[in-house]
């Protein structure tokens, strides 16, 4: 009996011990992260004023207005290729980078360093220097054309070029983190696998078939989620390079959103777009817990 | 290896090289040009002097942007390893009714965009005043569930024996966090801290959101206001600026890359 009441006791005091340490997440992420969410929830089923207070309950009419409108359907549209301009060559590239770095070589080093550089800069930086690559009088990639004797393009004001442009240089960008990462994983399969192949004497792509991509293959999984998450949250090299222009050819989704709310003040808008955001990337984290799962069990 | 392997290993391997550092290098070379060579489309710049440079820094408060980058980043970096260390010591070694909940909770933040909460949160921080303040700028990012998770795996490595033990002989929670586990975890702890620093460093729509003017402008905001200025002619002062902003954040990772590739694999994959 006395034994049990101890034991209480210290369950309970456990309990506001746990608290203490995990109060500040708790609260942290309670005012900045959930309550946001279910606000933004709760916005988008309103017509705001411009300072983002409900005024009027409209159910999903804010939902109805975005899918009848051609704006919205141009912005869907650029988010969705945007994503597909840049996650599959980004993951190829980055894994090229990544299966040469992963050679024990004089000098490798130097290689990987060069190869995660960009990790290191900074979305703004790197937009700037974009777009003076792209700039059609000055910048390096019409002298390129003209030097091979090919017509020069406008790039990033051309409505039918801009997005494949912003969608380069965001491969560029995000090469360095995928590249680390797959470095990471490559480096952690078995040697011994190898080495059997070795005795076994089979080829090259034998090995990277059978071998390297099976085992590797959580890693790049998780690199590819990242990269499709990453897509869908692309902000900033839009701000910069195109602004969301030319004829919207370049609104990707959080571009809208950060266009209706901030400055045409229309927040319920903005609001059932960033629900509509929360739903694709839920749906796409979730696709990567299940897959996941079932992968292990192949294993 | 065959020579003719390595060699066009080598080869492959310098050519990637070129292709990724490309930008960076032409960014740098642009930076030392004057704005008639650079409207020629020259690559290589006529003289190396550091004019641009200075000019960067009289065009904009590049000097205030740049002090204000830095509170901003060492801030969030101090405030996340606080936290998180918190939040991961709870998570190994106090076992409470409950606590499995929390995890869960932890993990579901990971799922929501932060862009999917921006508007509620401009909102939050206009109300608490904090607009055009380190406080706006810093305080919404202290929590973070990956730094919790990369932390905990560390923790338990940690045998509970130990923890065990120093709770019967009467050293407290805290002390055996402070003085045991945090120094036993140090290079999980610098490895949070780089992340930190680089990811903050380069936060780019939460300050352009809640900053307007230079008090607490960060120096990625002041790249941007720079480019729209001087687009028109003077893209050399505009590199400079660009090179000076890269500069902090590059070394760092050229210094801890082995560290940085260890800690995000490790986070990534379990």
């Known amino acids: 009996m006395k034994r049990k009441i101890n034991k209480k006791r210290i369950t309970r005091s456990s309990f506001g011990a746990g608290m203490l340490y995990l109060l500040p997440s708790i609260l942290l992420f309670g005012i900045f992260l959930f309550y946001p969410m279910f606000k933004t929830l709760y916005l988008s089923l309103f017509w705001t004023d411009t300072q983002g207070n409900p005024v009027q309950y409209v159910g999903l009419e804010n ?3 975005l899918f009848e409108s051609p704006s919205f359907m141009t912005s869907i549209k650029a988010t969705l290729l945007f994503v597909l301009y840049t996650v599959p060559v980004g993951i190829v590239l980055a894994l090229i980078l990544a299966l040469l770095a992963n050679e024990n070589v004089k000098g490798i080093g130097f290689f990987r360093t060069m190869f995660s550089s960009t990790i290191g800069m900074s979305v703004a930086a790197s937009s700037v220097i974009w777009m003076l690559m792209y700039n059609p009088a000055i910048g390096i990639f019409n002298k390129i054309l003209s030097a091979i004797h090919l017509p020069e393009l406008q790039w990033l004001l051309d409505p039918d070029y801009a997005l494949i442009s912003v969608a380069i240089s965001t491969i560029w960008m995000n090469t360095g983190f995928s590249f ?3 470095l990471g994983g490559l480096q952690n399969i078995d040697e011994r696998l190898y080495e059997n192949a070795r005795i076994a004497g089979v080829g090259t792509w034998y090995k990277l078939r059978n071998i390297t991509l099976p085992m590797l293959s959580p890693t790049l999984f998780f690199v590819v989620t990242v990269s499709i998450i990453g897509a869908f949250q692309s902000f900033g090299q839009i701000d910069i390079l195109t602004g969301g222009g030319p004829m919207e050819s370049t609104n990707v989704i ?10 045409n003040y229309d927040v319920g808008l903005a609001s059932a777009q960033a629900v509509l955001l929360f739903f694709c990337i839920l749906f796409v984290t979730i696709l990567q817990f299940k897959i996941g799962e079932r992968r292990v069990h192949y294993q | 290896m065959i020579p003719f392997k390595k060699i066009s290993l080598y080869a ?16 740098f070379l642009i930076s030392f040009m004057q704005s008639g060579e650079v409207l020629e489309g020259n690559l290589w710049p006529s003289e190396f002097n550091f004019s641009n440079y200075q000019k960067a820094f009289e065009q904009v408060p590049l000097f205030k942007y740049l002090t204000n980058s830095f509170v901003v980043s060492i801030t969030v970096t101090i405030g996340q390893l606080i936290v998180s260390s918190l939040a991961a010591y709870a998570f190994v070694f106090i076992p409470f009714k409950g606590r499995d909940i929390i995890f869960f909770l932890f993990i579901s933040t990971m799922m929501i965009p932060w862009e999917a909460t921006m508007i509620p949160n401009f909102f939050t921080v206009q109300n ?19 730094g919790t998770f990369l932390l905990r795996q560390h923790f338990k490595t940690i045998p509970k024996e130990l923890h065990e033990a120093a709770q019967v002989s009467g050293v407290g929670r805290f002390r055996f966090f402070f003085h045991i586990v945090l120094p036993v975890s140090k290079s999980s702890l610098i490895t949070l801290a780089i992340y930190s620093f680089l990811t903050t460093w380069n936060m780019y729509l939460w300050p352009l959101l809640i900053t307007n003017d230079e008090k607490v402008r960060t120096v990625q905001i002041g790249i941007k206001q720079l480019q729209s200025q001087e687009v028109a002619s003077e893209w050399g002062i ?18 801890s890359q082995k560290r940085l590739q260890k800690g995000l694999t490790q986070g990534a994959i379990k």
Do not use: E, H, R
Request: aromatic fraction near 22%; avoid cysteine; charge should be neutral.
């Open chain 1, 180 to 182: 680390l990462i797959l």
């Open chain 2, 12 to 27: 492959l391997l310098i050519f990637f090289t070129i292709v990724m550092m490309f930008p960076i290098v032409y960014a």
């Open chain 1, 254 to 263: 959080v571009y809208a959103i950060y266009k209706d709310a901030f400055i």
């Open chain 2, 238 to 255: 505009v590199m400079a600026a660009v090179v000076i902003i890269i500069i902090p954040t590059l070394l760092l990772l050229y210094m």
């Open chain 2, 128 to 146: 608490l005043g904090w607009l055009n303040s380190y406080a706006g700028l810093t305080i919404p990012f202290f929590a973070l569930a990956f």
């Open chain 1, 63 to 65: 939902f109805m207005y």
